[in-house]
């Protein structure tokens, strides 16, 4: 199936940086969803992007769909302990859709956020 | 409140035995999805349905079984066919064509083999 390349796959942070992610497909998306998983547990919706080059905040967390409808970023401001975990990526297509079903989301590999040693 | 339930929460599973992983949504969703994560690969789709009494074959569908013969449960059965079963299990569920608002994910069931 198609993937979404996601990075870094990784990164350790320190209380009070600044962190960036992004999303990257060969495929044109019509929406971006950025979700956080905390250890144990499943994914959580955070941000929904809907139209190329719409900015959404929530919080300390701002996240953008690409000008292109192929890429989405998402920064977190002032990081804080609670933010460890991993974030994922997603984009769901247009009417050509995914195995054959128009909707499914496309999720990329995730970027484990870790607090630095 | 409306949500989605996954059970057990950990499961062990002696080889050569099939397991079933319960998938309950009140949200009144039509589509439901099955999922695998393991380290690293993030996640994998293993089957959906978009409504009753009917279901798809994701990209990792082989040693796993489904039925979805009420809007409520998607049960997963991971068979003795499936060689490498252990995994954190994710279910989710969303409106039909709806995915554009997201899918709603249960907390996981992580199973074992022993």
């Known amino acids: 199936g198609q993937q979404l390349n996601q990075s870094p796959q990784s990164m350790f942070i320190q209380e009070g940086e600044d962190v960036s992610m992004n999303c990257t497909s060969s495929s044109i998306f019509n929406t971006w969803l950025w979700y956080k998983q905390d250890p144990g547990e499943g994914p959580v919706l955070l941000i929904a992007l809907y139209k190329a080059g719409e900015l959404t905040s929530n919080g300390r967390l701002t996240a953008q769909f690409g000008i292109t409808r192929k890429d989405s970023f998402l920064n977190i401001s002032a990081s804080i302990p609670s933010d460890v975990g991993i974030y994922f990526c997603?984009?769901?297509?247009?009417?050509?859709?995914?195995?054959?079903?128009?909707?499914?989301?496309?999720f990329g590999k995730g970027t484990k956020l870790s607090v630095k040693p | 409140d409306g949500g989605i339930t996954q059970s057990p929460k950990y499961l062990f599973r002696k080889e050569g035995q099939n397991v079933t992983l319960s998938c309950e949504q009140n949200?009144?969703?039509?589509?439901m999805y099955w999922y695998r994560q393991d380290p690293g690969q993030g996640l994998r789709l293993i089957y959906y349905?978009?409504?009753?009494?009917?279901?798809q074959k994701g990209d990792i569908a082989e040693g796993y079984s489904v039925s979805r013969e009420k809007k409520e449960s998607f049960p997963l059965t991971v068979t003795s066919a499936q060689k490498n079963p252990t995994a954190f299990y994710l279910c989710?569920?969303?409106?039909?064509?709806?995915?554009?608002?997201?899918?709603?994910f249960g907390s996981g069931t992580r199973l074992t083999v022993v």
């Open positions: 349905s978009q409504i009753v009494n009917d279901f």
């Open positions: 989710a569920s969303s409106n039909p064509r709806g995915a554009r608002y997201g899918y709603t």
């Open positions: 949200l009144n969703h039509d589509a």
């Open positions: 997603a984009g769901q297509l247009g009417a050509s859709g995914y195995g054959g079903s128009q909707g499914n989301l496309i």
